[in-house]
């Protein structure tokens, strides 16, 4: 058929030969590993991400006919699916993903079972009319409110294990936490808890697992009790209107509105978010605990510096979500990936496979706790209908760590044999099996330890948090006024991975830097950076070149890489200027070694000022042109960009005047020819004083957010509960870019070029204002 295209964009359908091969409703065979997948089967209840690997790598949409379903396995598919829930629509969510036996159906009718719309699987307009009513509850004054209770249980269930010695967490509270702080949260009476818990999984089978024919039969009179159940406890609550909670907030607005929160709506809700509120965070803490756990030395970084926690915790969520996958189905033919959807096609978007996808984040399968982009993660969902509950759900995971991380830093996991509910979309373990010895115990030391707790402000992490010890290797001088430093793991443990271009931000005090790395990339015990002693800044390379010395502590963040070497191009030419050679070096490095032809202009004062030349000479000696002015040698930028030339990329970095030049010389060169890493954000910062107010109106959350003239356009989303990943704040790195709609933009950033500002689609929201009154955001 003509409708599917391959990954690789080129029309017609992939597949052919083999034997009657299975086909796709669009009448187009589907690849053998796509006819084998099963997500019911081992490797996908094991490991979801693991197991699509070979989709993200080969085949990001296929169909599965095992499932019925269209499999989506990459970051931006999945995220432009979230995007646009008008022609995807959530109306599926809660479906039956194996639909009942007449026996299951027969059971479920005689409980009434009308479980329908709530707010997650609700259509346009009348899911944002529900949401905008029912949000109050999920404010940061709100929420912060239910720290205390929080924070209460979790002891209480301490308390009780902490001689112990031994205990399977999920068991001791994972579950019955989150449950009871659910239950508080709504307003819902704490009745039997076992039963609750029962039902649960009752509801999760029911929704996304495959029962046997006679599972379905136990599986569906567990729902219907559930229904029933739910009816009795809105009825006992509709009685008693004075109570509070999220629940009575509904009932009161059912009372108000009945046409927007409809009584249907009311039982359903009831029903789903008991499940939606508790089990989502259970399963996402025992998969905390599971990982960081196995992770002895990063278990130990979070007892030391316990500020890391809320970036843990997210990074958790990235790394191992408690929801993998989720649904849509398209409203009309669309297109995903290269592969047109055909109306009424369901999907399955595998947010774990999305959250591993190595094109949106860096060493993806490596559990990274200072990993910033970490909120960028699907397991929340994103856009409109993006889980409300998030920060609650964030709030208890930060609270288990930081009791458990202080009071039983000598936890350990035991060796054990993981076991998960058979289901498409919630996972998390069955049982987590940990042991640590009683006497070890700090609190028996000293008793202060018990009560000695630390608060998070609700949200997203900050970035602020989010930083690396380590210890000054060595020291040497790489050329006059420039100081090499190498960086070595305070317990001797390899550095993280990192490519080209990256840099890390060196923290002095409150003084933060960033400088790239410059050593070899197969060095895995040493992170290497430069420093220019710069008389006119800020100080702090100053004090590095007086003060640092081996042996000394220092924090950092990152490797981050917001220069990346594009690998593909037929040819390079490198440009360097003075201390900008730090990144080009390893650059180089990395061309020579996959046989790419590249130049590497290099421009300096003189010899003795320009680090590194020794080492060029050696390994680069073939491309390498020096121009040290002492020597009235020169660049002369005007012969090098004259011919603009095809399948050639530029990499720069150095002085602004330098980039400034390139920039203009590069005018005529293809679009994107020329890429720079600027060091300095003149003119980014906000200056109140002469600043005005603004609106931004959001597309894909469906809010309308004001940007008050003393505040930057990323603070003000953050406070509406959008997050937005953030790195320099300075308009230097492009991670807080945000799709424009609509209104006229006043760019303040360094990082985009010439055409794309003039597009007019984009704006970094750190720094980034409205020239005018408004903008529409894609958020
Ligand atoms: C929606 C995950 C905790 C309430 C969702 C969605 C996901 C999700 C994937 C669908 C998003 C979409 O379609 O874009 C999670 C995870 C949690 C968690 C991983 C914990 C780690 C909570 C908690 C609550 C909650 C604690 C309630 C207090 C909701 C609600 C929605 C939702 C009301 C529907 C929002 C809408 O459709 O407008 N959640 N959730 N969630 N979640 Fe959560
Ligand atoms: Fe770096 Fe905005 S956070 S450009």
């Not at 660049?635 to 990499?651: K, V």
Request: charged share 25%; aromatic share 8%.
């Amino acid at each position: 058929s003509a409708t599917q295209r391959n990954a690789s964009g080129a029309g017609g359908c992939p597949f052919h030969g083999g034997d009657e091969p299975a086909l796709a409703p669009d009448g187009c065979p589907v690849s053998p590993r796509a006819a084998a997948f099963d997500p019911f089967e081992r490797p996908y209840q094991l490991d979801p991400a693991e197991a699509l690997r070979w989709s993200r790598e080969q085949e990001p949409v296929f169909y599965s006919p095992r499932l019925g379903y269209w499999v989506v396995s990459r970051y931006d598919d999945i995220k432009a699916i979230f995007r646009d829930n008008l022609t995807f629509s959530p109306s599926i969510a809660l479906e039956k993903i194996t639909p009942a036996s007449r026996e299951a159906q027969a059971v479920l009718e005689s409980y009434d079972y009308g479980m329908n719309r709530t707010l997650v699987n609700e259509d346009e307009p009348a899911h944002m009319a529900r949401r905008r009513e029912l949000l109050e509850a999920f404010s940061p004054e709100a929420l912060e409110a239910h720290a205390p209770v929080v924070r209460r249980l979790v002891r209480e269930k301490l308390d009780a294990i902490i001689d112990r010695g031994r205990a399977d967490l999920v068991a001791e509270m994972f579950w019955e936490v989150p449950l009871t702080v659910a239950l508080h949260f709504l307003g819902v009476p704490e009745e039997d808890m076992e039963q609750l818990r029962r039902f649960s999984v009752a509801h999760t089978l029911n929704t996304w697992g495959r029962p046997s024919p006679e599972q379905q039969v136990e599986v569906a009179e567990g729902v219907g009790k559930f229904w029933q159940y739910s009816g009795e406890v809105l009825r006992k609550m509709q009685a008693r209107p004075e109570g509070h909670g999220w629940m009575y907030d509904m009932i009161e607005k059912n009372r108000q509105k009945p046409d927007v929160v409809t009584d249907n709506y009311l039982h359903s809700m009831m029903m789903a978010i008991i499940v939606a509120a508790h089990e989502t965070t259970a399963l996402a803490t025992a998969n905390a605990f599971r990982q960081l756990l196995s992770r002895p030395e990063v278990w130990t970084d979070l007892c030391d510096n316990p500020a890391l926690i809320p970036a843990a915790a997210e990074e958790c969520l990235r790394h191992s979500g408690s929801v993998v996958a989720w649904r849509r189905i398209a409203t009309r033919d669309a297109e995903v990936g290269g592969v047109t959807i055909p109306e009424g096609g369901k999907i399955l978007m595998v947010t774990a496979s999305a959250n591993h996808d190595p094109a949106h984040f860096e060493n993806p399968d490596e559990l990274d706790i200072y990993r910033d982009n970490a909120v960028d993660h699907l397991t929340f969902g994103y856009g409109s209908h993006q889980c409300m509950g998030k920060n609650l759900g964030r709030m208890e995971m930060r609270i288990f760590l930081e009791e458990f991380t202080r009071r039983l830093p000598h936890l350990e996991l035991e060796e054990q044999e993981f076991t998960f509910l058979p289901n498409t979309s919630f996972r998390g373990p069955e049982a987590l099996w940990v042991r640590w010895d009683p006497a070890q115990n700090p609190e028996r030391r000293d008793p202060a330890v018990r009560d000695a707790q630390r608060d998070f402000p609700v949200g997203a992490p900050s970035r602020q948090d989010i930083a690396r010890e380590m210890v000054v290797a060595k020291v040497h001088a790489a050329a006059e006024g420039v100081l090499q430093l190498a960086l070595e793991d305070p317990h001797g443990r390899r550095v993280p991975e990192w490519s080209p271009g990256s840099h890390v931000d060196l923290i002095v005090d409150d003084y933060v830097r960033k400088y790239s790395l410059c050593g070899e990339t197969d060095d895995s015990y040493w992170l290497q950076v430069a420093v220019l002693r710069e008389e006119s800044g800020r100080g702090g390379s100053a004090w590095i070149h007086e003060h640092l010395k081996p042996g000394m502590p220092l924090r950092l963040r990152g490797p981050k890489n917001h220069f990346r070497l594009d690998e593909t191009a037929d040819r390079y030419v490198l440009i360097a200027g003075g201390i900008g050679i730090t990144p080009i070096i390893a650059m180089a490095d990395r061309l020579k070694r996959l046989g790419k032809p590249f130049e590497l202009h290099y421009a300096g004062r003189s010899r003795s000022s320009m680090a590194f030349i020794e080492r060029l000479e050696r390994d680069h000696g073939d491309a390498l042109r020096l121009y040290p002015k002492a020597e009235g040698a020169r660049l002369d930028l005007a012969a090098l960009l004259a011919e603009p030339r095809d399948g050639t990329l530029l990499y720069a970095c150095g002085p602004e005047r330098l980039l400034a030049a390139l920039e203009a010389g590069t005018a005529q060169w293809p679009e994107g020819s020329l890429r720079v890493e600027h060091f300095t954000a003149e003119g980014a910062l906000l200056d109140p004083g002469h600043e005005h107010a603004f609106e931004v109106e959001l597309t894909d959350s469906e809010l309308v957010v004001e940007v008050a003239a003393d505040r930057t356009l990323l603070q003000a989303l953050r406070a509406a509960g959008v997050d937005v990943p953030s790195d320099c704040e300075e308009g230097l790195c492009g991670s807080c870019q945000v799709e424009v709609v609509e209104g006229e933009i006043d760019h303040r950033d360094k990082v985009l070029t010439a055409a794309e500002r003039a597009g007019q689609d984009r704006l970094m929201s750190c720094c980034s204002r409205a020239k005018g009154k408004k903008l529409v955001l894609a958020l």
